[in-house]
């Protein structure tokens, strides 16, 4: 059964789902898409995820998307490869309960200081005709926002209120991995991979 991903540099959401790929030993087909052309927004595209959102997994026409469930569809799908997430009941529940910690309370704080010192950057050199045009071809009401939010700048406020829970969150991941080997307890899971993608772009 064929599977193929559908994502742009390996950074963050990305390479949150190219590391389980790869530690599992599953063959792959790495498709990329050039968010610098937008080719997240392209007709094709938006004919595999009406979202226009990467990273996408293709497993044999089945498409699933979002990172926290294409991570969780992997360890479903294929149960003989090297596991990344613990048998037991609780040890599910320690990971999820990371994972849900990471996806809530870390990955959009760290997404607002990569748009500001990066995406801000793009979108300000496109011409504002041509800027209007891409925001029509975005999906999503909210990452319409976000581009036009990248483009005027993000405020000294957010950003400041984005790096203090970025912040706590380390804290946080310290105070655990002072107490457990790995984040949800003995085991290297999911939710390591989680952290390690999100606050690796934070540094």
Excluded: C
Excluded at 24 to 47: M, N, R, T
Excluded at 151 to 158: C, I, L
């Amino acid at each position: 059964m064929p599977l193929k991903l559908y994502h742009p540099e390996p950074g963050a959401n990305s390479l949150k789902s190219l590391i389980p790929l790869k530690e599992k030993g599953l063959d792959f087909e790495s498709i990329y898409v050039d968010l610098h052309k937008f080719e997240q927004h392209q007709p094709w595209f938006i004919a595999i995820n009406p979202e226009g959102q990467v990273p996408v997994l293709d497993h044999d026409g089945a498409i699933i998307t979002h990172t926290t469930v294409i991570n969780e569809y992997l360890e479903d799908a294929f149960p003989d490869a090297p596991p990344l997430r613990p048998a037991d009941p609780f040890g599910k529940a320690r990971m999820r309960f990371w994972n849900k910690f990471v996806d809530e309370h870390v990955m959009n704080f760290v997404s607002m200081h990569g748009w500001h010192r990066m995406v801000g950057v793009i979108a300000r050199s496109i011409e504002s005709g041509e800027f209007e045009k891409l925001l029509e071809r975005t999906p999503l009401y909210e990452q319409r926002e976000k581009w036009r939010t990248a483009r005027s700048g993000f405020s000294e406020a957010d950003l400041a209120n984005a790096t203090r829970k970025i912040d706590v969150a380390v804290d946080k991941v310290e105070k655990q991995l002072g107490e457990t080997k790995w984040i949800a307890g003995d085991m290297y899971t999911l939710a390591d991979i989680n952290l390690y993608s999100m606050l690796g772009m934070a540094a």
